[in-house]
C-alpha cells in the first residue's frame, strides 16, 4: 500500500504560481509512474501530467502545457507540479496519484491516491 500526501495549495492572483508536492511512502516510488488530476467544483476530474519513474519523461494536458511542469525526486519519494501564469480554470481540488505504468491520461491506470489540495486562482 502506498500512502501519498499532497502540499502547497492555497490562493494565488491569476498570474501567479503555486508549487504542489507529494510525499509518497515506501521504498517502491522509483518504480511508479507518478500523476497529477485536479478537479473542480461541478466538473469530472481530469488529467493534469504525468512523469515516468526513471526516464522522467512527461505528459501533459493541453490545458497546462507550457504553464505547469511536473518533476520527481526519487530520492526524496516526491513529486512535484510546477504550475505558472495561473488561470481562475485551475481552481480545483488537485490529485496526486501512483500507477504501474507509464504516463497513463486515464485515472483507472492510477491505484494510489492522495486526499488531494485546493488550489484557487482569483481574477
Known amino acids: 500500500q502506498v500512502q501519498l500526501v499532497e502540499s502547497g495549495g492555497g490562493l494565488v492572483q491569476a498570474g501567479g504560481s503555486l508549487r504542489l508536492s507529494c510525499a509518497a511512502s515506501?521504498?517502491?516510488?522509483?518504480?511508479?509512474?507518478m500523476g497529477w488530476f485536479r478537479q473542480a467544483p461541478g466538473k469530472e476530474r481530469e488529467f493534469v501530467a504525468t512523469?515516468?519513474?526513471?526516464?522522467?519523461?512527461?505528459d501533459y494536458a493541453d490545458s497546462v502545457k507550457g504553464r505547469f511542469t511536473i518533476s520527481r525526486d526519487n530520492a526524496k519519494n516526491t513529486v512535484y507540479l510546477q504550475m505558472n501564469s495561473l488561470k481562475p480554470e485551475d481552481t480545483a481540488v488537485y490529485y496526486c496519484?501512483?500507477?504501474?505504468?507509464?504516463?497513463?491520461?486515464?485515472?483507472?491506470?492510477?491505484?494510489?491516491w492522495g486526499q488531494g489540495t485546493q488550489v484557487t486562482v482569483s481574477s
Open positions: 515506501g521504498r517502491t516510488f522509483t518504480t511508479y509512474t
Open positions: 496519484a501512483a500507477g504501474i505504468q507509464g504516463s497513463s491520461r486515464r485515472q483507472l491506470d492510477y491505484a494510489y
Open positions: 512523469i515516468r519513474p526513471i526516464s522522467m519523461s512527461a
